[in-house]
Every structure is written in structure tokens, then in C-alpha cells.
């Protein structure tokens, strides 16, 4: 484990070594890249309304159908009605940068639609703790001068979620909000896995409760758009990592390796191989700001993007 934390500074160093031999490195930045995600919850649950067009409330209701009948075959005919009402209480899968959580999470989330409440709710136990595992051993190394890495640094997992999520808080990697989700996951999870009568009657609504708490951490460590302090505010439709975070460790090991290096007139398109992104070679050395390339971003028009790769262009 402790070779894999220490090969993560290594990759970090590398990633800005290949950067900065760019001529145009100041004017570009990373794309918040992460495509794991589910909203059909949010269709199922949105009212239509009355005043709404005839041709609106027919897409919606076909939405919704095709919906329900993509969970039908997802989750088996047999009790939809309530696979559909605990799909619901879900709510969506966040847009997540892409880590080791999301396979996991998802398997998490199939078995509370099915009802298999206590496997899931032991399921996002696990998780929250083995997140935190992972974001201990990942950067400890970053922060070997600080106090709290002698609390860590021997150890090849935690039990007690105090001690990670104290010693992340103090390097200013979790989130206050998400730190406290972690707390209250923390008494679910004592209160679960450790035996305890009145889980044979709370277990649908723990399991609920454990899964929201692990969707929240997701959504606001891990999200690939939000509020999160990294991302350059004012940006429309794509979110960008703030130069100033680059060098973050929580930021350099989960988000940059994801997230494509473009300059604000980047183009994309989706085929066969799945994402694709074009980009010109060269937009000059001058340095932008954040504010900047937020400017020359939100200011392109569709004539001044990049439409295929051209080595042999310069802009």
C-alpha cells in the first residue's frame, strides 16, 4: 500500500512534467470529465403539470414509460411496482469523476431496487469505508511533514472512521459537508454490522438512509460538476479545474488523469470508440486567468471550435 501512494506522487510529478513542456500551457486547463451517472429518477418523479403544452405532456408521459419499461428489463417483471418506488427513492446516480467507488456503488443501488435492503445497507457501510481507506492510503504521502501522518502512515486499513476522516479534514481534503456525512454513515454502520435486534425492523429504511449518505459523499468529493472549491466558476454546460488546484493532491490523483487538457475552443463528439475530443495545437504562450479562459470559453461561437485533429494547423 505503501508503495502504491508513493507511485501516485510519481505519476502526479510526471503529469505536470508533460504539461509544462506545452507552449500554450497557461491557456488551457482540465475538463471535469466523468460520465457514470443516472437521472431517469428525476424524469419519474417530476409532475406534470396542467398548463403544460398537449406535445410536452406527451413526451413526458412517454419518458416515463420508456423509462419503467427499461427498469422491467433491468430488474425483472416480478414486484416492478415496488422496484420502481425504491428506484425512485434513490434518486439519481450523481455525476461522478471515474474511481475505484463507482462499479461498487452501483451494485449497491441494484440491491436496494431489488430489496435485498440489508446486503446494500451493509454494501454502503463498506464503501464509506473503504473510501476512506483509499483516500488515506492514496495522499498520506503527500503530507508525510504533518502531524497527522504519524497516525496513518503504518496502518494498512481503519476501522475506526475517526481517524481518517480527522487527518483528511486537516489536509483540507474532505469536504466539512462530506466529513459529516462520513460521521453519520459511521452510526449506521456500528449500528448495522454489530448485532443489533432493531435492524431486523430498520433495515429498508438504514439501508435507504446508508445509501443517500454514500450517494451525498459521491456527489459532492467526487462530483464532476457542482460547487466543489476546484472548479472555475461561470463556466456554461462544462466545468473546469481552477489552475490554482492542479497541484492538489486529492484533485491531482482523482480528477486530472480523467479529465482532457484542452484550450476553451476544444470540440467533442461521441462514436464508435466512445468520446472523442479535438483541439487546436497551439493558443499562444501569453497565460490566461481563470476568469480568462472562463471569458474565451463561454465567448466561442461553433466557426472558432475544433471540428478533427490537424498536427499541421497552428491557431
Given at each position: 500500500?505503501?508503495?502504491?501512494?508513493?507511485?501516485?506522487?510519481?505519476?502526479?510529478?510526471?503529469?505536470?512534467?508533460?504539461?509544462?513542456?506545452?507552449?500554450?500551457?497557461g491557456?488551457?486547463?482540465?475538463?471535469?470529465?466523468?460520465?457514470?451517472?443516472?437521472?431517469?429518477?428525476?424524469?419519474?418523479?417530476?409532475?406534470?403539470?396542467?398548463?403544460?403544452?398537449?406535445?410536452?405532456?406527451?413526451?413526458?408521459?412517454?419518458?416515463?414509460?420508456?423509462?419503467?419499461?427499461?427498469?422491467?428489463?433491468?430488474?425483472?417483471?416480478?414486484?416492478?411496482?415496488?422496484?420502481?418506488?425504491?428506484?425512485?427513492?434513490?434518486?439519481?446516480?450523481?455525476?461522478?469523476?471515474?474511481?475505484?467507488?463507482?462499479?461498487?456503488f452501483n451494485?449497491?443501488?441494484?440491491?436496494?431496487?431489488?430489496?435485498?435492503?440489508y446486503?446494500?445497507?451493509?454494501?454502503?457501510?463498506?464503501?464509506?469505508?473503504?473510501i476512506?481507506?483509499?483516500?488515506?492510503i492514496?495522499?498520506?504521502?503527500?503530507?508525510?511533514?504533518?502531524?497527522?501522518?504519524?497516525?496513518v502512515?503504518?496502518?494498512?486499513?481503519?476501522d475506526?472512521?475517526?481517524?481518517?476522516?480527522?487527518?483528511?479534514?486537516?489536509?483540507?481534503?474532505?469536504?466539512?459537508?462530506?466529513a459529516?456525512?462520513?460521521?453519520?454513515?459511521?452510526?449506521?454502520?456500528?449500528?448495522?454490522?454489530?448485532?443489533?435486534?432493531?435492524?431486523?425492523?430498520?433495515?429498508?429504511?438504514?439501508?435507504l438512509?446508508?445509501?443517500?449518505?454514500?450517494?451525498?459523499?459521491?456527489?459532492?468529493?467526487?462530483?464532476?460538476h457542482?460547487?466543489?472549491p476546484?472548479?472555475?466558476?461561470?463556466?456554461?454546460?462544462?466545468?473546469?479545474?481552477?489552475?490554482e488546484?492542479?497541484?492538489?493532491?486529492?484533485?491531482?490523483?482523482?480528477?486530472?488523469?480523467?479529465?482532457?487538457?484542452?484550450?476553451?475552443?476544444?470540440?467533442?463528439?461521441?462514436?464508435?470508440?466512445?468520446?472523442?475530443?479535438?483541439?487546436?495545437?497551439n493558443?499562444?504562450?501569453?497565460?490566461?486567468?481563470?476568469?480568462?479562459?472562463?471569458?474565451?470559453?463561454?465567448?466561442?461561437?461553433?466557426e472558432?471550435?475544433?471540428s478533427?485533429?490537424?498536427?499541421?494547423?497552428?491557431?
Open positions: 500500500m505503501q508503495e502504491i501512494s508513493k507511485s501516485l506522487v510519481a505519476i502526479g510529478k510526471r503529469l505536470n512534467a508533460e504539461k509544462d513542456k506545452l507552449k500554450d500551457r491557456r488551457r486547463r482540465h475538463l471535469s470529465w466523468g460520465m457514470d451517472f443516472d437521472s431517469r429518477a428525476l424524469v419519474l418523479t417530476t409532475e406534470i403539470g396542467e398548463d403544460w403544452e398537449k406535445s410536452t405532456k406527451e413526451v413526458w408521459y412517454g419518458n416515463k414509460a420508456r423509462i419503467r419499461e427499461q427498469l422491467q428489463k433491468e430488474y425483472g417483471e416480478l414486484g416492478i411496482d415496488a422496484k420502481v418506488e425504491n428506484f425512485t427513492a434513490l434518486k439519481t446516480k450523481p455525476f461522478s469523476t471515474l474511481s475505484y467507488h463507482n462499479h461498487f451494485q449497491v443501488r441494484q440491491a436496494y431496487i431489488v430489496g435485498a435492503y446486503p446494500a445497507l451493509v454494501g454502503a457501510c463498506a464503501l464509506g469505508e473503504r476512506l481507506n483509499h483516500l488515506i492514496d495522499l498520506r504521502d503527500f503530507y508525510s511533514s504533518t502531524p497527522e501522518y504519524q497516525k502512515y503504518r496502518k494498512k486499513s481503519f475506526n472512521w475517526d481517524v481518517p476522516i480527522d487527518a483528511l479534514l486537516a489536509w483540507n481534503v474532505l469536504l466539512p459537508d462530506v459529516e456525512e462520513f460521521r453519520l454513515l459511521k452510526l449506521l454502520r456500528h449500528r448495522s454490522i454489530h448485532f443489533n435486534l432493531e435492524t431486523y425492523s430498520a433495515h429498508k429504511e438504514d439501508s438512509a446508508a445509501i443517500l449518505h454514500i450517494r451525498k459523499i459521491i456527489e459532492c468529493q467526487f462530483g464532476s457542482g460547487q466543489q476546484w472548479f472555475i466558476r461561470g463556466t456554461k454546460g462544462q466545468q473546469f479545474i481552477a489552475r488546484w492542479e497541484d492538489d493532491p486529492f484533485v491531482q490523483t482523482y480528477y486530472l488523469n480523467n479529465c482532457p487538457f484542452v484550450g476553451p475552443h476544444f470540440s467533442m463528439a461521441h462514436g464508435e470508440e466512445g468520446w472523442q475530443f479535438f483541439d487546436f495545437p493558443y499562444g504562450e501569453d497565460d490566461f486567468t481563470d476568469e480568462e479562459f472562463a471569458k474565451a470559453y463561454n465567448e466561442r461561437t461553433p472558432m471550435l475544433a478533427k485533429p490537424n498536427p499541421d494547423s497552428d491557431k
